[in-house]
Nanobody, 124 residues
């Protein structure tokens, strides 16, 4: 089992950058694929990015491709989401998720462990 705690959210202006962190506790962090999802008010939780265990391959939602970068530091049991060129439509609660799985899963229901979320607000 793994516990996840996100941090790094805040209020920024359009065009600014933020880096979110997700610290994991528990064993075998490197055996988990990790993802970031987000949920805006009145909308369903949506996939943002994933980094697959072992290979380190990354995948992104079209809406963030080229602006966001997911990375991980297995020595620190932490996954990051670097968000550049932020837009007002990026405003949401951002969640990290974990699953001991090798592959691409973009549905929130497929992920086993979740953090509590961190709010990102981008003003225009």
């Amino acid at each position: 089992q793994v516990q996840l705690v996100e941090s790094g959210g805040g209020l920024v202006q359009a065009g600014d950058s933020l880096r979110l962190s997700c610290a994991a506790s528990g064993r075998s962090f490197s055996s988990y694929s990790m993802s970031w999802f987000r949920q805006a008010p009145g909308k369903e939780r949506e996939f943002v990015a994933t980094i697959i265990r072992g290979s380190g391959s990354t995948y992104y939602a079209d809406a963030v491709e080229g602006r966001f970068t997911i990375s991980r530091d297995n020595a620190k049991n932490t996954v990051y989401l670097q968000m550049d060129s932020l837009k007002p439509e990026d405003t949401a609660v951002y969640y990290c998720a974990a699953k001991q799985f090798y592959g691409l899963l973009m549905e929130s229901a497929d992920w086993d462990y979740w953090g509590q979320g961190t709010q990102v607000t981008v003003s225009s």
